[in-house]
């Protein structure tokens, strides 16, 4: 009997583990992309960094006088100029604010207004055509300003103001803008899973899952120690397994999950190679680094539980031969 309870113990072990690695996916998503706090403090930096440096690439290769007198570096500096992390912030908090409302209600859609953002970017291109007059040569005595096959003058006379000369390639950057950057962008998920789909009915009850999870862990616990009753040593053993063997197979399941970000960047380039941009690679390895992170915690943490737990089962054992060792030598 007492061997069928350690055998069915062990078989609540292997149980505790299948259930340990939902429940370290459910705690990183609940600490990262389910919170709504999430969208306006820990993802900031990297984010502020892909938007600026996919608008500048994308603006680079929109217009043929941008990509030809600025480099991706000068639209790069001068976007962070008009839109500094500060205005960010403000775009990051509305997200933030979207989010709050998907939780109470996964059907409607996320719509994120950029009409900062373009406002912002329609005075970078007046900084644009401003730097663009500068790059200019001035007209020499006698000498007329001509213009090449793309309307840029060959030298600018003396006197002349900037409107003159560079006004309409303002109005030509702003063009570009508007074709690289849109007005808003709106996600619908349950547009996006067809309304009925089981990540959406999982989305809507996220934290009783969350809930159920941690309660069966707690109840395999218990029941394993049930199971074993005696001696409390052996209780201690099994269940610093069983933190001990979760928390090294979630680390290796969280690292893992490193190769995702290739995977979805290969999905992308599959359905729009244009979008596929090293930017876009290495935003979704940083978005992903959040998740990871948070399950690299939790997984050192049952894995430091499960230590101690088998360092005090060690200590136990050490205690009680040396008990025996004393009895065996009173009786002497």
């Not at 390639?169 to 899973?193: C, K």
């Not at 399950?295 to 737990?309: D, E, P, S, W, Y």
Request: aromatic share 14%.
């Amino acid at each position: 009997m007492k061997v069928f309870r350690r055998i069915f113990a062990g078989f609540l072990v292997f149980l505790f583990l299948l259930c340990s690695l939902p429940t370290f996916a459910v705690y990183s998503l609940s600490n990262t992309f389910l919170r709504p706090q999430f969208y306006s403090t820990k993802i900031v930096p990297g984010t502020y960094e892909f938007l600026v440096s996919f608008t500048a690439k994308n603006l680079h290769s929109a217009d043929p006088i941008i990509e030809e007198k600025f480099s991706e570096v000068d639209i790069k500096r001068e976007i962070e100029k008009v839109f500094p992390q500060e205005l960010f912030q403000q775009l990051a908090d509305d997200i933030a604010s979207q989010m709050e409302k998907v939780q109470m209600d996964p059907t409607k859609p996320v719509t994120i207004s950029m009409k900062k953002y373009r406002d912002s970017l329609l005075t970078l291109a007046h900084n644009l055509s401003f730097l663009l007059f500068e790059s200019f040569p001035k007209c020499k005595d006698n000498e007329f300003p001509e213009d090449d096959t793309r309307g840029l003058p060959t030298c600018v006379p003396q006197g002349v103001e900037y409107n003159l000369i560079a006004a309409p390639f303002a109005q030509q950057f702003e063009t570009a803008i508007y074709q690289s950057v849109p007005e808003q962008m709106q996600f619908d998920l349950a547009g996006a899973t067809g309304g009925s789909s089981d990540a959406l009915s999982w989305l809507k009850n996220f934290d009783t899952v969350r809930m159920v999870l941690y309660i069966s862990l707690i109840l395999l616990l218990i029941a394993i120690a049930f199971l074993i009753f005696k001696p409390f040593s052996l209780i201690v053993f099994y269940e610093g397994f069983a933190f001990l063997l979760s928390g090294a197979m979630g680390f290796f399941m969280a690292y893992g999950l490193g190769s995702m970000p290739q995977y979805l960047f290969q999905q992308i380039s599959a359905q729009d190679p244009d979008k596929a941009t090293t930017e876009l690679a290495n935003y979704l390895q940083y978005l992903f680094t959040f998740i990871t992170d948070e399950m690299q915690k939790m997984a050192l943490t049952f894995l430091a539980l499960g230590a101690v737990l088998l360092l005090v089962r060690f200590f136990m054992m050490q205690h009680y031969r040396s008990e025996q060792i004393l009895e065996r030598a009173a009786k002497k």
